[in-house]
């Protein structure tokens, strides 16, 4: 550790050969990595540091956390049957749904959104969520059963589903297409099963930890589930 009248600079090595610097207040100071070469560390404020070496060039520490991607995810984006599930493409039976929900003001007034939610099959929520699920009435009627024994039964049109005789309202009414009953995934992925789920413009990201998704990452995973490929022009 190396101390100091206006700063403390506390260095260890890593498992893998690499210093690991910490600060408390903002000094220069020059010590020697792990290859036995002179890096200059810069304070960029009271709480961070950026280590240069001699040259200028910033010296490579990697990554505190590890890059890698989510190993639980969900995604469906509106008007498109492929969906991406724990890192890979599958099928739906009918392709997902932007809908709004919609409510009249006055007697004679308009129409208002209150809302958009992207809904997709509940027989691919089912499967997302390692769930058993089965349907009645050409797939208008559908029901989820828990972990813990619990079901859900969900109607089409109906905003409401009932779990063990008691009626939870979901975001939007379930709709009816193409035989497959689609409820918002959003709406389950939060109220029933604790987990985070993000929405973008017409795209939805579910994980088991909190993520927030945004403009560009949308844009990727909208054109990798349309199959679309984008060309990047450099100036």
């Not at 890698?68 to 008007?79: E, L, Q, R, T």
């Not at 007697?107 to 208002?112: A, E, H, T, V, Y």
């Not at 089912?126 to 009645?136: D, I, P, Q, V």
């Amino acid at each position: 550790m190396i101390t100091g009248a206006e700063y403390v600079l506390n260095t260890s090595k890593k498992v893998d050969g690499t210093v690991q610097i910490s600060t408390a207040e903002g000094k220069k100071e020059d010590i020697t990595d792990a290859n036995n070469s002179k890096v200059t560390i810069t304070p960029e404020n009271n709480m961070s540091l950026t280590i240069r070496k001699e040259d200028g060039t910033i010296a490579d520490e990697g990554s505190r956390i590890p890059r890698k991607g989510d190993a639980f995810n969900i995604s469906v984006a509106d008007g498109c049957k492929t969906a991406w599930l724990n890192n890979k493409k599958v099928e739906m039976k009918t392709a997902a749904v932007k809908w709004q929900k919609l409510k009249y003001h006055g007697l004679n007034g308009g129409q208002i959104v209150k809302g958009e939610y992207i809904c997709a099959p509940v027989s691919f929520i089912a499967e997302a969520f390692g769930l058993e699920y089965r349907c009645e009435e050409d797939g208008a009627v559908a029901y989820i059963y828990l972990e813990d024994g619990r079901e859900l039964q969900f109607a089409r049109g109906s905003i409401a589903t009932v779990m063990e005789d008691e009626v939870r309202c979901m975001y939007c009414e379930a709709l009816h297409r193409d035989g497959e009953l689609l409820i918002s995934i959003e709406w389950f992925a939060r109220f029933i099963m604790k987990a985070c789920a993000s929405k973008c413009e017409d795209v939805v990201y579910v994980t088991d930890h909190y993520a927030e998704l945004g403009v560009d990452m949308a844009d990727v995973l909208r054109n990798l589930l349309h199959n679309e490929k984008e060309t990047i022009i450099l100036k």
